[in-house]
T-cell receptor, first 114, second 113 residues
């Protein structure tokens, strides 16, 4: 059974540009959440999508957005990149957003903003 | 506001020893407490999880102890091995927003020979 797939694995972007990251959840999983991991702030929740709808959102500026497609694949977009956006972006998939469901993480996309 | 506090920040244990990592939470609505293990260059992997209706859960060498009244939970790794060297994160979530995990700051564990 394939795990959570995130592409690309590495990205280097220039300040002011925008970037799109992709996440394919485990087959049969319909909930996708995104997290930002940095040495200073640790793992922080960005947002969650279920059935193509954003259900929860963390405390990030509007430059961070996402969407989910009918096949449960999700994309995350960051516009007007800042140096502080350099981080490991992780995607987690769950069967459904219930407390009985476990979250499985992908390997992440390492974004470097220069 | 840090809702889940984790300690220690780093830990060195000899092979065969017991590794203990502690977490404390503030939000009494949390009802799911997983532990994740992360190796360099990898995403976090679920190790073991507990819900507040039990005080202890054991899976192989890994045990979670949960103290609801103190709002604390801990991970014990028995017979620690060099392959256990990784960063460990505790987390918490609540019913209704189960996909929104609040993570501790992580503990870097090194198991020496």
């Amino acid at each position: 059974k394939a795990g959570v797939t995130q592409t690309p694995r590495y990205l280097i972007k220039t300040r002011g540009q925008q970037v799109t990251l992709s996440c394919s959840p485990i087959s049969g999983h319909r909930s996708v959440s995104w997290y930002q991991q940095t040495p200073g702030q640790g793992l922080q929740f960005l947002f969650e999508y279920f059935s193509e709808t954003q259900r929860n959102k963390g405390n990030f500026p509007g430059r961070f957005s996402g969407r989910q497609f009918s096949n449960s694949r999700s994309e995350m977009n960051v516009s007007t990149l800042e140096l502080g956006d350099s981080a490991l972006y992780l995607c987690a998939s769950m069967k459904e957003p219930s407390s009985r469901s476990e979250a499985f993480f992908g390997q992440g996309t390492r974004l470097t903003v220069v | 506001q840090q809702q889940v506090k984790q300690s220690p920040q780093s830990l060195i244990v000899q092979k065969g020893g017991i590794s203990i990592i502690n977490c404390a939470y503030e939000n009494t609505a949390f009802d799911y407490f997983p532990w994740y293990q992360q190796f360099p260059g990898k995403g976090p992997a679920l190790l073991i999880a507990i819900r507040p209706d039990v005080s202890e859960k054991k899976e192989g060498r890994f045990t979670i102890s949960f103290n609801k009244s103190a709002k604390q939970f801990s991970l014990h790794i028995m017979d620690s091995q060099p392959g256990d060297s990784a960063t460990y994160f505790c987390a918490a979530s609540k019913t209704g927003t189960a996909s929104k995990l609040t993570f501790g700051t992580g503990t870097r564990l090194q198991v020496t020979l």
